[in-house]
């Protein structure tokens, strides 16, 4: 075959022609000089923007410290910082990991090495639901089953149910003796930004409860704040055993965690998993300082009130044109399904000088960081309205 010249990357993300040069807040500038609205975040993760001040004094404070030194040693900055994630949340434990897939794959083993410590050898199985992206990696590509990622890559891991999303019959009716746990996604954010109905989330709490079986959210795009909460499973009335979190946790740094309660990780032991970068004082550096900023008095407020500004902007918009079928999701994580192709309207918006990224399901997906202001939601709006204009001519 013949070499591709012009890049001497693997070719898995297609043609890209866009290229950035800096950032700053929501705002973007390519190389070719023109400003960019970014309501996509590097796909929902830079949560404080780009460049932000603090975050910017927090990794050049400690690049000239230290970097790096390995799991092996003990390290006061990393403990503080998993003691700020469990004070937060539900969680007594964390294990840091460099991306959300890895998050991921930490939890999985969570569940198998719990059931294997409580000698219930049956308890392979892990259910997972129709629409889940979970990831790259092997583990991630089993459990959702999704033939556009795993296609060619077979074979696959055994031990994965998937059952139909927000189905509560489905979901009684496929846990057995053999099930170990269940992995969802609050919000399915690739599948087509699609939130799971709260009632179905406590539901599962309820049917893990009552089996003794595990209940592990992936929390890797929806956390963090982006649903005007910390965590999005504090909009319902239960928690979960075992969380992955990554995406917004670094707002742009390579993080991730496995977050679990002290039961659930109990087979975690000694040897029993690793990660040569995972917590790297860098990394821990920005994730602290990411978590003072969202602990803010009125952080969250502010997010849920600027998301329901920019909700009822959209509603507006989808009565008002007929290209937008439906406008769906949660909080600053939102999903507009259109009737033409969403790559096609997504160019358009990019020729108009607004970022958004696709979603299955023909959704373009809105994700803006969390520190948007009202007159940037309003700019957005105003690209939005105005391309739908031109495609309605
Ligand atoms: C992005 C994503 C992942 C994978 O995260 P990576 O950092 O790309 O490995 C896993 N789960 C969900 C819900 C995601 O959105």
Redesign the pocket.
Known sequence: MKHNVNSYIMPTYGERTLDFKEGKGVYLISTDNKKYLDFGSG?AVNSLGHCHPKLIQALQEQSSKLWHISNLYSNTTQEAYAKLLCQNSFAQKVFFTN????A?ECGLKVIRSYHHFHKNNNKKNIITFEGA????TFA?LSAQKNKKFSKGFEPLLSGFIQIPFNDCKAIKDSIDENTGGVMI?PIQ??GGVRPANLHFLEQIRKLCDEMGILFFL?E??CGFGRTGKFFAYEWANFEPDIM?V??GIGSGFPL?ACLSTQDACIGMTKGTHGSTYGGNPLAVAVGKAVIEEMMQKGFFEKVEKIARYLWNKLKLLEKNYNEIEEVRGAGLLLGIKTRKNNLEIIKLFTQNGLLTVPADDNIIRLAPPLIILKKEVDEAIDIIEKTLQEIDD
Do not use: L
């Open positions: 796909i991306s959300g897939a890895e991921v992206f979970h990831g790259r991630a996604e954010g690739e992936d890797v795009q992955a990554a995406k991730g």
